[in-house]
């Protein structure tokens, strides 16, 4: 094969591609070599792909003759009134109101997303300008990637 065509990189023969997966080298090889040596890389054609066995792996760094050329981050990134959270890809709210990412105490209630003050209920909505009870997100919505939510306020 002439290129290896790899996530918008293309990588000529002969040039050595490796791999990491959270620090760790998982995957070393010449584009020319079709052998791999970890059961998370796979080759077909000019196609490579990766895929994480480990449900905690967040990121995978690319190295072509031992230069950093792209990190592919199962995180994504989003907006809640112009405050940024990040989640991972294809999570739905209610997920990410339970999870490590949601750092702002967020929660579900009454099949809406809330943030619970003492003196306010802050109700997050699918964009910042369309603000009432018919578009506000629901737990089993999946979070969109660089997205801009709004929400609004009700006092207690």
């Given amino acids: ?42 080759l077909d054609g000019d196609t490579l792909t990766m895929t994480a066995t480990d449900e905690n792996t967040k990121e995978f760094v690319i190295f072509i003759d031992g230069v950093e050329m792209a990190t592919v981050s199962s995180l994504i990134s989003f907006t809640i009134d112009g405050t940024q959270y990040q989640a991972e890809s294809s999570m739905t709210w209610g997920q990410w109101v339970t999870s490590e990412y949601n750092t702002d105490g967020y929660v579900v209630n009454n099949n809406q997303v809330q943030q619970i003050t003492h003196t306010y209920v802050r109700y997050v909505c699918e964009t910042p300008d369309l603000l009432s009870d018919e578009y506000k997100v629901k737990p089993s919505d999946i979070i969109e990637a660089n997205h801009t939510y709004g929400s609004f306020k009700e006092p207690i």
């Fill in 1 to 42: 094969m002439d290129f290896l065509k790899l996530i918008g990189l293309t990588i000529p023969d002969g040039k050595a591609v490796s791999f990491s997966i959270g620090g760790t080298a998982v995957w070393q090889a010449k584009t020319e070599q079709e052998q791999l040596t970890a059961p998370t890389i796979s």
